[in-house]
């Protein structure tokens, strides 16, 4: 099961902003990293945020990462039709010594 | 460019075995750790194990501990996911991923940057 807990749907109008939490313990986002990984329906995952606020290459920057503590967030600004897809966020756990993956959260644009 | 390419899946039956390949092309092979991570029907992404640059060390997700194994061939660029004893929960899609480790401050942290496409496994019970 997953440690990292997010809401399971988040929506909005087209330009709106959309923000997904991730909740986590010491043991995972309080001592490492975040990750924020995108998939569309049908796609494999995409690397969205790396080391909790960074942009990957090509990826727009109406994305953009936080974290604080034990939790982080993905926000997305000015959203679009394409953003609709599944968001995790995920880190290293240092107590299960593995990657966890957050629950998802499925974004629709309305 | 980076690409990993899985093969291997397929419809087996309950307590059968299935070997996963994922080809990797595009960067050198022997120098990134690797990951296998799968998403079941309905469900969201787990993580399944990794495995380091050199194949010293492995670790897995507790559900599959036993039963399968990661390794690799640096000689072949390919990575492998040999799964015994499996069960109808283990049907999922399988992907490999490159494992990046993004250095702050002299501590290193996991980053999967590159995915393959996946590869279905069924199991059937």
């Known amino acids: 099961q997953s440690v990292l807990t997010q809401p399971p749907s988040a929506s909005g109008t087209p330009g709106q902003r959309a923000t997904i939490s991730c909740s986590g313990s010491s043991s995972n986002i309080g001592s490492n990293t975040v990750n924020w990984y995108q998939q569309l329906p049908g796609t494999a995952p995409k690397l969205l945020i790396y080391s909790n606020d960074q942009r990957p290459s090509g990826v727009p920057d109406r994305f953009s990462g936080s974290k604080s503590g034990t939790s982080a967030s993905l926000a997305i600004s000015g959203l679009q039709s394409e953003d609709e897809a599944d968001y995790y966020c995920a880190a290293w756990d240092d107590s299960l010594t593995g990657y966890v993956f957050g629950t998802g959260t499925e974004v629709t644009v309305l | 460019q980076v690409q990993l390419v899985e093969s291997g899946g397929g419809v087996v039956q309950s307590g059968e075995s299935l070997r996963l390949s994922c080809a990797a092309s595009g960067f050198t092979f022997s120098g990134n750790g690797m990951h296998w991570v799968r998403r079941a029907p309905g469900k969201g992404l787990e993580w399944v194990a990794d495995?380091?640059?050199?194949?010293?060390?492995?670790y897995y997700v507790d559900s599959v501990k036993g039963r399968f194994t990661i390794s690799r061939d640096n000689s072949k660029n390919t990575l492998y996911l040999q799964m015994n004893s499996l069960r109808a929960e283990d049907t999922a899609v399988y992907y490999c991923?490159?494992?990046?480790?993004?250095?702050?401050?002299?501590?290193?942290?996991?980053?999967?940057?590159?995915w393959g496409q996946g590869t279905l496994v069924t199991v059937s019970s």
């Open positions: 495995i380091w640059y050199d194949g010293s060390k492995q």
């Open positions: 991923a490159r494992d990046y480790w993004d250095c702050i401050s002299g501590t290193c942290y996991k980053v999967l940057d590159y």
